[in-house]
């Protein structure tokens, strides 16, 4: 990767062999340019930190204390670090890494005197430890100078090391060695719980001698987030008589509580609350928590008194307090916190009835976030906790409603369930009807359909806004599908009408879908495509994957039928790609069919014919008969050639360059592979943003194709390459070679169906490729980042990008491309 042009000092290598008395402050290359460094500079930015290690200002301004190194040290305040606590952390940083050089624990560790005598001075394997330990983090007292010279004679009289020439060498050896864990440190963090655990024993040790300190700090510890100073005051004085007030002055002022400018709030970090609130007593946390509960509660902050009646173990009461106030705090966008608080319940604290309640709520909240697999979990509880047969019925409509997507006959039959459960004057039948006529719609069935929502709007209350408005959109749909697009369009615009008065988001864009595919039916792309845009920035606020494919998906088909393709290839590509990353078969195989009907339509045989056989072969393998029998049209139309993927998967098995392609969540396991080694549900539910149960599923089937192993058992067990299996490739070239000119294609596909991830994750803004020429022998990527990455990001992509591609690759940043060869061509893809 090209350097900017930049001033640095000599490497590491030609260090001064006289050192200075004082070393100058380095001008040091900020956090962003330090990624990209070379190696010898690198060095001596290290070389310079430790020269300045007793000068807490000059090691804040070091480019090192303004990157992801120190960030774990960051315990007080990770966002806004005064320059003091990064110089501070990036000390302890070094002392991290100098005990990392020791080849043993050390008899006297840092901190403590140690005796001349100490057999390891003269042991060869501890001298570099002991230069850099004793020239810098310790450097030796005068009063143990030895011969009448200073540090260097001292530190070989000490070590035994012949002669200054040998010394000097050692100590640049042992320089580029420290720089070399600091450099992995900041690409993996693997010791970044170490550091954590180092700098909160340092903060908290000025409190071991302030008692009322510590105890104030123990009860700060109990709030989340912001929280009143006077109740802090309130708290403390319930404890004991009087308030401490130079311990809270002393809290503040040294960072341990942050405060506002009118001094009116308190917080506490994260990192450090946690820490200090497992250290204190059980029962003083739950006095404490019931005190903050019942202030809240007076307050009318349900949900923050909800939170601390739980942690009281007062579940309950909490439930009690949280739930007249649900649909209040979904309308305000607070769906994951309420999940987050359902999910921690105790069952064994709470009677049955609210066990269901709760169960119940969690299901609902649970689909409007698109988590299926956990909406069915938590529908199965409450059905189990209630054997009465109207609360079974709203259990079972529900289920029905998870179940429309995947298996539209089961969908039917929980449906029916319900109906059959459900009083005729119960208000959630007109639910009930209005889905099942949903689904009639789905499947072309407009006389039951129409049966279901006209009895629908009969049985629903006219107060009930938000379900006419669906009742009106199902209407809307089936008017649609019958060609009536006037009256369609009357019960669209009227549902619109009904949910913006009660401003519901997520029912505000799925009336906004329905009147986009309305205008489409109509011929009317203008005006279709912004619907669905609306409703895509909406589904995107809310996080929810499922229904934003379901948009991008639609708003690809309006590009389509408007004649812009390469806008409606985008869109379809980025509706596939969440598809795979959280499992939407239905949704995955119409993007696929769209993509193989648009590539044809642009004369891109080969990647029609790829999204073809995929969606063809998904239709075969999860029995969606209507799906393949569209497939199967849809070949004959576009007069594809005939493809045997299956038959070539078997015969070249184990083959590097008959491999098949890759979907993008093999490409993101592969990943993890060529990384991490191993990959465990944990790690990929992280990654993929997926369910335990979706994570387990697809390493569980990879076990199954022979390409993983399991190792370990219970909490340990992980997964890793299997010790025969050949795992497939994106693109058929070895690795660590260039890719020829003909993969190209092959690789602005790869490079499109990552479009997403990239600029998600990495905050990538453009992408190119260099076309291989007589002069580009090696796959050349130009990107532009906002904002420019450090180098642990850097190295991440670059190496994700070779292990989705196959090959190696050259990743170059958009200022940079003048150092390319004046005959290359570059392709632009975003």
């Given at each position: 990767m090209a350097t900017s042009a930049m001033t640095i000092n000599a490497p590491a290598d030609r260090l001064n062999k006289h050192e200075p008395p004082c070393a100058p402050i380095p001008q040091a290359p900020t956090g962003q340019m330090l990624g990209r460094l070379a190696d010898l500079s690198f060095t001596q930015l290290v070389n310079d930190a430790l020269r300045n290690y007793p000068r807490t200002l000059a090691l804040s301004r070091s480019a090192l204390a303004n990157s992801q190194l120190v960030t774990p040290t960051l315990v007080k305040d990770e966002a806004s670090p005064t320059a003091e606590e990064r110089g501070h952390g990036l000390r302890l940083v070094l002392q991290w890494a100098v005990?990392?050089?020791?080849?043993?624990?050390?008899?006297?560790?840092?901190?403590?005197?140690?005796?001349?005598?100490?057999?390891?001075?003269?042991?060869?394997?501890?001298?570099?430890?002991?230069?850099?330990?004793?020239?810098?983090?310790?450097?030796?007292?005068?009063?143990?100078?030895?011969?009448?010279?200073?540090?260097?004679?001292?530190?070989?009289?000490?070590?035994?090391?012949?002669?200054?020439?040998?010394?000097?060498?050692?100590?640049?050896?042992?320089?580029?060695?420290?720089?070399?864990?600091?450099?992995?440190?900041?690409?993996?963090?693997?010791?970044?719980?170490?550091?954590?655990?180092?700098?909160?024993?340092?903060?908290?040790?000025?409190?071991?001698?302030?008692?009322?300190?510590?105890?104030?700090?123990?009860?700060?510890?109990?709030?989340?987030?912001?929280?009143?100073?006077?109740?802090?005051?309130?708290?403390?004085?319930?404890?004991?008589?009087?308030?401490?007030?130079?311990a809270l002055d002393a809290l503040t002022t040294q960072r341990f509580l942050l405060t506002d400018t009118e001094e009116t709030n308190l917080w506490l970090s994260p990192i450090l609350r946690a820490y200090v609130y497992e250290r204190q007593s059980k029962a003083d946390c739950q006095r404490r928590h019931r005190l903050a509960a019942a202030y809240y509660e007076a307050q009318a902050a349900p949900l923050l008194a909800a939170r601390h009646w739980r942690r009281a173990q007062q579940d309950a009461r909490a439930v009690r307090v949280l739930f007249p106030v649900v649909d209040e705090l979904i309308h305000e966008l607070h769906g994951k916190e309420l999940i987050e608080f359902f999910q921690q319940l105790d069952p064994k604290r709470l009677v049955d009835e609210q066990w269901y309640a709760v169960q119940l709520r969690l299901s609902d909240l649970f689909q409007r976030s698109g988590q299926h697999e956990e909406a069915?979990?938590?529908?199965?509880?409450?059905?189990?906790?209630?054997?009465?047969?109207?609360?079974?019925?709203?259990?079972?409509?529900?289920?029905?409603?998870?179940?429309?997507?995947?298996?539209?006959?089961?969908?039917?039959?929980?449906?029916?369930?319900?109906?059959?459960?459900?009083?005729?004057?119960?208000?959630?039948?007109?639910?009930?009807?209005?889905?099942?006529?949903?689904?009639?719609?789905?499947?072309?069935?407009?006389?039951?359909?129409?049966?279901?929502?006209?009895?629908?709007?009969?049985?629903?209350?006219?107060?009930?806004?938000?379900?006419?408005?669906?009742?009106?959109?199902?209407?809307?749909?089936?008017?649609r599908g019958t060609g009536k697009y006037r009256q369609a369009l009357t019960y669209a615009e009227n549902a619109l009408s009904l949910r913006e008065e009660g401003g519901d988001l997520m029912r505000i864009a799925k009336s906004l879908g329905n009147l986009g595919l309305l205008y489409r039916a109509m011929g009317e792309y203008g005006p279709a495509a912004a619907a669905h845009q609306e409703a895509l920035h909406t589904y995107q606020k809310l996080g929810n994957q499922e229904l934003t494919a379901t948009?991008?998906?639609?708003?690809?088909?309006?590009?389509?039928?408007?004649?812009?393709?390469?806008?409606?290839?985008?869109?379809?590509?980025?509706?596939?790609?969440?598809?795979?990353?959280?499992?939407?078969?239905?949704?995955?195989?119409?993007?696929?069919?769209?993509?193989?009907?648009?590539?044809?339509?642009?004369?891109?045989?080969?990647?029609?014919?790829?999204?073809?056989?995929?969606?063809?072969?998904?239709?075969?393998?999860?029995?969606?008969?209507?799906?393949?029998?569209?497939?199967?049209?849809?070949?004959?139309?576009?007069?594809?050639?005939?493809?045997?993927?299956?038959?070539?998967?078997?015969?070249?098995?184990?083959?590097?360059?008959?491999?098949?392609k890759l979907d993008t969540d093999e490409q993101l396991l592969l990943s993890l592979l060529a990384t991490e080694g191993v990959v465990t549900p944990k790690r990929l539910m992280d990654v993929a943003n997926i369910s335990r149960a979706t994570a387990t599923r697809r390493l569980t089937t990879w076990v199954e194709k022979g390409l993983l192993q399991v190792e370990g058992k219970g909490r340990g067990t992980v997964?890793?390459?299997?010790?025969?299996?050949?795992?497939?490739?994106?693109?058929?070239?070895?690795?660590?070679?260039?890719?020829?000119?003909?993969?190209?294609?092959?690789?602005?596909?790869?490079?499109?169906?990552?479009?997403?991830?990239?600029?998600?994750?990495?905050?990538?803004t453009a992408m190119g490729v260099v076309l291989p020429s007589a002069a580009v022998s090696l796959i050349k990527l130009v990107v532009r980042f906002e904002p420019l990455p450090d180098l642990t990001h850097y190295l991440q992509l670059k190496r994700h990008l070779a292990s989705c591609l196959g090959c190696e690759i050259d990743l170059l940043l958009a200022e940079d491309t003048g150092t390319l060869p004046a005959e290359a061509c570059l392709l632009a893809l975003w």
């Open positions: 005990n990392q050089l020791a080849p043993g624990t050390a008899a006297y560790p840092l901190g403590t005197y140690r005796p001349l005598d100490d057999p390891t001075w003269r042991d060869p394997h501890w001298w570099r430890y002991n230069i850099l330990r004793h020239r810098y983090l310790e450097p030796l007292h005068p009063d143990d100078f030895v011969g009448g010279g200073r540090y260097t004679e001292s530190l070989l009289a000490l070590t035994g090391i012949s002669s200054p020439d040998a010394f000097f060498d050692e100590r640049n050896r042992a320089i580029r060695t420290l720089a070399e864990r600091l450099r992995q440190q900041l690409i993996d963090g693997r010791a970044n719980s170490d550091l954590q655990r180092l700098a909160l024993q340092e903060a908290l040790l000025p409190l071991e001698k302030q008692d009322e300190a510590a105890k104030l700090l123990g009860i700060a510890a109990i709030f989340d987030d912001i929280f009143p100073r006077g109740l802090l005051v309130e708290m403390i004085q319930q404890e004991q008589n009087g308030l401490p007030a130079a069915l979990a938590a529908g199965r509880q409450a059905l189990q906790a209630s054997a009465d047969p109207t609360k079974q019925a709203r259990v079972y409509r529900r289920i029905g409603k998870l179940y429309e997507i995947r298996n539209q006959l089961h969908a039917l039959r929980y449906y029916q369930q319900a109906a059959e459960r459900f009083q005729p004057t119960d208000p959630e039948l007109a639910e009930l009807l209005k889905d099942r006529g949903w689904l009639y719609c789905l499947r072309k069935e407009w006389d039951a359909a129409q049966n279901d929502l006209q009895q629908a709007l009969h049985v629903a209350p006219q107060t009930a806004h938000s379900l006419r408005a669906d009742i009106y959109d199902a209407m809307a749909s089936l008017h948009a991008l998906l639609n708003l690809g088909a309006t590009y389509f039928l408007a004649q812009k393709l390469s806008s409606a290839i985008a869109a379809y590509q980025q509706s596939l790609t969440i598809c795979q990353a959280i499992t939407l078969p239905l949704i995955e195989i119409k993007a696929h069919y769209n993509l193989a009907e648009a590539f044809a339509a642009i004369h891109q045989t080969q990647a029609a014919q790829q999204h073809w056989q995929a969606g063809y072969d998904l239709c075969r393998q999860l029995n969606f008969d209507d799906q393949e029998a569209l497939f199967l049209v849809l070949h004959t139309t576009l007069a594809l050639p005939e493809l045997n993927p299956r038959e070539n998967n078997t015969q070249h098995a184990g083959t590097a360059e008959q491999a098949p997964y890793c390459r299997a010790t025969q299996a050949t795992l497939p490739t994106v693109i058929a070239a070895p690795a660590n070679k260039a890719a020829p000119a003909a993969d190209m294609a092959a690789i602005q596909a790869v490079l499109q169906r990552l479009k997403l991830d990239l600029t998600q994750q990495y905050a990538i």
